[in-house]
């Protein structure tokens, strides 16, 4: 399973790679790409470890849960948390009239890093240069800092949000 602390170190090397010259484009668009997955992947255990429980990576049913979360999904999930008062509707579904700074400083890295992934991945004509990979890893860095600081419950509603979804 990937490491999310792992995939950052990475990004950081590829940040930082050229011994003395500059890093590549392949090296910044992966360095850019990579944060996201670190932050993709963080959240997926913390799903599958909140609704399986933790020590049970090796069950069927764990990575069912880690492979049922989708990017699109929670990017749209993402979106309405970055706000003050939530909408009526997440409201209800999340039990609270907002979310904390933590959850919402996260949810808006958490889609900027992923709409920087899909320019790296993507995006032909998109040019990244190196303070871009740098910031990306920062932004990364205090996006993780941010999930964990988030208490228990409020994770756990937001991860469930994200994985089933719900009818208004």
Do not use: W
């Not at 579904?93 to 933590?102: C, F, I, K, N």
């Not at 808006?108 to 709409?115: E, G, K, M, N, R």
Request: charged fraction near 20%.
């Amino acid at each position: 399973m990937p490491d999310p602390s792992e995939l950052l170190a990475v990004a950081r090397l590829l940040a930082a790679s050229g011994a003395g010259e500059a890093p590549t484009e392949a090296q910044l668009r992966r360095a850019v790409s990579t944060t996201y997955y670190a932050l993709f992947h963080k959240v997926l255990r913390a799903g599958a470890d909140r609704f399986m429980g933790t020590g049970n990576a090796a069950r069927p049913g764990y990575a069912l849960i880690y492979r049922g979360f989708s990017h699109g999904r929670m990017k749209v999930v993402c979106i309405p948390l970055d706000v003050a008062a939530l909408s009526p509707t997440l409201q209800r579904q999340l039990g609270a009239t907002a979310v904390s700074q933590e959850m919402r400083d996260f949810a808006s890295d958490f889609v900027a890093l992923q709409d920087a992934r899909l320019r790296a991945d993507y995006d032909p004509q998109a040019v990244f240069i190196h303070s871009d990979a740098i910031d990306a890893v920062v932004q990364a860095e205090l996006a993780l800092q941010a999930f964990d600081r988030t208490t228990p419950d409020e994770r756990a509603d937001v991860l469930a949000l994200m994985l089933a979804g719900a009818r208004d």
